[in-house]
Each structure stands twice: as C-alpha cells, then as structure tokens.
Nanobody, 126 residues
Framework: QVLLVESGGGSVQAGGSLRLSCVSY????????MGWFRQAPGKEREGVAA???????VYADSVKGRFTISRDNAKNTLYLQMNSLKPEDAAMYYC????????????????????WGQGTQVTVSS
C-alpha cells in the first residue's frame, strides 16, 4: 500500500516562505509524476506544480516564479519551496503520486493521480 506523508505547512505573513515535503512509502517503481495540489475552503482542488520522473516540471500560472517543485528519487521525497507567499495561496496542500499514463498529458489534473497524502495546512496572513 502506497502511503504519502506531507509536512512543512504552517502560518506565515505575506511575502514569507515555506517549504513543504512529502515522503512516499510502499512502492519500488518510481511514479511517473509527483504533484502538489491545494484546496481552499469553498473552492475546487487545483494543481499547483508537478514533476516528472526525469525532472521536467510544470506549474500553475498563479505560482510561476514563486514556487519551485523538486524531488529526490533516492529518498522518494517531493518538495515544494514556496516564496513570496500571498494570502490567496492559503489552502490545504496535498501531495500526490501517479502511475497513470494519463498524467503525462495533464500533469496538473487531479483525476490523473492515484495516491494522495492527508494534506498540510498553509495559512498566509496579510
């Protein structure tokens, strides 16, 4: 059974930084993609960033230039460095792994991920 555990959430002021981590367990085959998603109250879950097994990454327009996704394949760990945080970045952040072929075409679409973490809360005050 694949298990994903996020950490690193917290409360920061606007303009601050946070680094999220996500360790995945229970698999020997590298995921095609690992991604970060977020969901704010009353809003749909949205893709933030995703990274392929070869290191190619994709970002939502709203976070480009501020967030950086990375992965350490040896440690099965995914990271999200978030800089210049804005109040609109506040949400529950989830990491996800995908072994689904569909993820290659749409790496920021949540339906293309088959394993999810429990989430870590990010709060940004203005």
């Amino acid at each position: 059974q694949v298990l994903l555990v996020e950490s690193g959430g917290g409360s920061v002021q606007a303009g601050g930084s946070l680094r999220l981590s996500c360790v995945s367990y229970g698999h020997t085959v590298r995921p095609l993609y690992m991604g970060w998603f977020r969901q704010a109250p009353g809003k749909e879950r949205e893709g933030v960033a995703a990274i392929a097994s070869d290191g190619r990454s994709v970002y939502a327009d709203s976070v480009k230039g501020r967030f950086t996704i990375s992965r350490d394949n040896a440690k099965n760990t995914l990271y999200l460095q978030m800089n210049s945080l804005k109040p609109e970045d506040a949400a529950m952040y989830y990491c996800a792994n995908s072994w689904l072929v569909a993820v290659v075409a749409e790496p920021l679409r949540d339906r293309n991920y088959n394993y999810w973490g429990q989430g870590t809360q990010v709060t940004v005050s203005s």
